[in-house]
């Protein structure tokens, strides 16, 4: 009798054991996932408002036609720790202006405007690295028709576009 309830009490015990590890382990991976996306969440959400504050500073510029500014604010912006690079697109998705001078009159592709909503997310840019892309859509105002037209044909005068560097995000 006192083996059969050894090895009883032993089995329990190593049951019991396995069960609270395996648990573990899946409120653990949950709870990752769940981490994880908070802070690409957050991170999103902190490069959507250093965009909305540039593109106050880009507007500006436009508004007072000081082109050299325009261009200064955004190669600085370039240059900035974890910002792989800033673009200023058309409608059409060429840009027109840009913190590294040969993405300048390039094309970008519809896929990495994705229409002419704000927004953020992860993606791989045009030459296949993983950025964190913000796209903001500058819309024409009244004092912007002056120089892009009537607000019913011309409804977005471009798209500010800014990758961050995923690689340090990830890690």
Request: glycine share 8%.
């Given at each position: ?22 648990s573990s382990v899946v409120f ?21 408002d250093v965009n909305r504050l ?52 390039k094309i970008i592709g519809k ?61």
């Amino acid at each position: 009798m006192s083996w059969f309830g050894k090895s009883l009490n032993h089995k329990f015990t190593i049951a019991t054991i396995a069960g609270f590890l395996i648990s573990s382990v899946v409120f653990l991976v949950l709870f990752l996932g769940f981490y994880q996306n908070k802070l690409e969440q957050e991170k999103a959400q902190a490069a959507h408002d250093v965009n909305r504050l540039l593109q106050t500073s880009l507007e500006n510029a436009m508004l007072k036609r000081d082109i050299d500014g325009l261009i200064t604010i955004v190669r600085h912006l370039g240059e900035q720790e974890n910002v792989s690079a800033v673009m200023i697109v058309n409608p059409q998705g060429k840009v027109r202006f840009a913190s590294r001078p040969d993405l300048e009159g390039k094309i970008i592709g519809k896929e990495f405007i994705e229409g002419l909503e704000a927004h953020t997310r992860f993606m791989k840019d045009e030459t296949g690295r993983e950025v964190l892309r913000s796209v903001n859509p500058v819309h024409n105002k009244p004092p912007c028709q002056v120089c892009h037209g009537p607000l019913e044909k011309h409804p977005v005068n471009g798209i500010l576009l800014v990758d961050y560097d995923a690689t340090s995000m990830r890690h």
